[in-house]
């Protein structure tokens, strides 16, 4: 840093008071004009005036949340105690993966159902088999096989139902419940520990899982704001956790209800999220701009001087001209002021390394 200013200084040292002398033969000292050199002239940059519509931003205040749409609560069927539970909070899990495994009275009832149709279905058979050879020895009815034929396949339906059941749920015929995801995604939330008893009827998830490639941030918007939100607004977000560092967005949708106690609106943003750096429950900050309907000269806010609860702006008109100008600033947003007096559209100012320029202009 001192480097850069020991530098700067040496090239306004090299520009010069230069003294002129008139037609006249005037003395050179009574007319003294600050001269830029070449070197510094290439250290400053230029920008134009220039009128455009005011844009306004509003800060809000949100966190970074999991897409509902994209999250399930995985609840147990079951009641009992939980043998092993294979999934952390914050793990990443595949779809189809064990979560946890029960061990539960339940699953035995259905065991017994299981190993019941299985019977019914040997004893069918063996009655279908008896059935057909005494109707091939003509000593059996057509109609008394056709209703063994019958009484095989209500088993075999009934057989079919039980262990659909133990596919869909995770059964398996040791009285266990595999609690399995139904998505790939992160533990985001978890209630379950290993020996812990969950009731039968259990009402509550034990685990949330979520994808979180792509998440939401949801912001309060203050009543008196409300109405400057629209859906589709250009908006920024940035964390703490990653300062600088600004996520571009837009609102895509605004809840149009007020909370009755903080008396703010939510919208909310979605925001790819690749690299998962965005966590939910994160706090964030939401810069979303708007259009005012004024239009004014603007210029890059770098070009703004502070000096003693006054601004100023450095105007460029050639190397051997440059003013000192006081400016009333209407409003800044990001990178941009808004003047409503003192330049003019078209007219150049400085907007880099004219703090040394003003310091030598007004000694």
């Given at each position: 840093?001192c480097c850069g200013?020991?530098a700067?200084?040496?090239?306004?040292s090299?520009?010069a008071?230069?003294?002129c002398?008139?037609?006249?033969?005037?003395?050179?000292?009574?007319?003294?004009?600050?001269?830029?050199?070449?070197?510094?002239l290439k250290?400053?940059?230029?920008?134009?005036?220039?009128r455009?519509?005011?844009?306004?931003v509003?800060?809000?205040?949100?966190?970074?949340?999991?897409?509902e749409n994209?999250m399930?609560e995985?609840?147990?069927?079951?009641?009992g105690?939980?043998l092993?539970?294979n999934a952390d909070?914050?793990?990443?899990?595949?779809?189809?993966?064990?979560?946890?495994?029960?061990?539960?009275?339940e699953?035995?009832?259905?065991?017994?159902?299981?190993?019941?149709?299985?019977?019914?279905v040997?004893v069918?058979?063996?009655?279908?088999h008896v059935?057909?050879?005494?109707?091939?020895?003509k000593?059996s009815?057509?109609?008394?096989?056709?209703?063994?034929?019958?009484?095989?396949?209500?088993?075999?339906?009934?057989l079919?139902?039980?262990?659909?059941t133990f596919?869909?749920?995770?059964?398996?015929?040791?009285?266990?419940?595999?609690l399995?995801t139904?998505?790939s995604?992160?533990?985001i939330?978890k209630n379950i520990n290993r020996?812990?008893?969950?009731p039968s009827?259990?009402s509550e998830?034990?685990?949330?899982?979520?994808?979180?490639?792509e998440v939401?941030?949801?912001?309060?918007?203050?009543?008196?704001?409300?109405?400057?939100i629209?859906?589709?607004m250009?908006v920024?977000?940035t964390?703490?956790?990653?300062?600088?560092e600004?996520?571009?967005?837009k609102?895509?949708?605004?809840?149009?209800v007020?909370d009755?106690?903080?008396?703010?609106?939510?919208?909310?943003?979605?925001?790819?999220?690749?690299?998962f750096?965005?966590k939910?429950?994160?706090?964030?900050?939401?810069?979303a701009?708007?259009n005012?309907?004024?239009?004014?000269p603007?210029?890059p806010s770098?070009?703004i001087?502070?000096?003693?609860?006054?601004?100023f702006?450095?105007?460029?008109?050639d190397?051997f001209?440059?003013?000192t100008?006081e400016v009333d600033v209407?409003?800044?947003?990001?990178s941009t002021?808004w003047l409503s007096?003192?330049?003019?559209?078209?007219?150049?100012?400085?907007?880099?390394?004219?703090?040394?320029i003003?310091d030598?202009l007004?000694?």
């Amino acid at each position: 840093m001192c480097c850069g200013k020991i530098a700067l200084l040496t090239l306004l040292s090299a520009t010069a008071l230069v003294a002129c002398t008139t037609s006249d033969g005037e003395n050179a000292d009574d007319h003294k004009t600050f001269v830029l050199s070449d070197a510094m002239l290439k250290n400053v940059k230029l920008d134009t005036v220039t009128r455009s519509m005011v844009n306004g931003v509003l800060d809000l205040n949100g966190k970074i949340v999991a897409d509902e749409n994209r999250m399930v609560e995985v609840f147990p069927i079951v009641g009992g105690n939980v043998l092993a539970v294979n999934a952390d909070l914050g793990d990443y899990v595949k779809k189809g993966q064990t979560l946890a495994v029960i061990k539960s009275g339940e699953v035995a009832e259905y065991d017994k159902e299981l190993i019941d149709a299985q019977s019914d279905v040997l004893v069918a058979e063996k009655n279908l088999h008896v059935k057909q050879d005494l109707f091939e020895s003509k000593l059996s009815s057509e109609r008394e096989l056709v209703s063994a034929q019958k009484e095989l396949e209500k088993a075999e339906a009934a057989l079919r139902k039980v262990k659909e059941t133990f596919s869909i749920y995770n059964f398996n015929e040791r009285s266990e419940y595999h609690l399995k995801t139904p998505i790939s995604g992160f533990v985001i939330y978890k209630n379950i520990n290993r020996d812990m008893t969950l009731p039968s009827g259990q009402s509550e998830s034990v685990f949330t899982i979520a994808e979180l490639d792509e998440v939401w941030a949801v912001a309060n918007v203050y009543e008196s704001d409300i109405s400057r939100i629209r859906e589709g607004m250009d908006v920024t977000v940035t964390t703490l956790s990653y300062q600088g560092e600004q996520i571009p967005g837009k609102i895509d949708k605004i809840f149009n209800v007020l909370d009755p106690q903080t008396k703010t609106m939510r919208v909310r943003i979605r925001i790819p999220n690749p690299q998962f750096k965005l966590k939910p429950e994160m706090l964030a900050t939401v810069k979303a701009k708007y259009n005012e309907s004024s239009v004014l000269p603007s210029v890059p806010s770098s070009a703004i001087i502070f000096d003693n609860s006054r601004k100023f702006v450095m105007i460029f008109k050639d190397r051997f001209n440059i003013e000192t100008r006081e400016v009333d600033v209407y409003k800044s947003a990001d990178s941009t002021t808004w003047l409503s007096a003192g330049v003019e559209p078209g007219e150049v100012v400085i907007s880099k390394n004219q703090l040394f320029i003003y310091d030598a202009l007004n000694d």
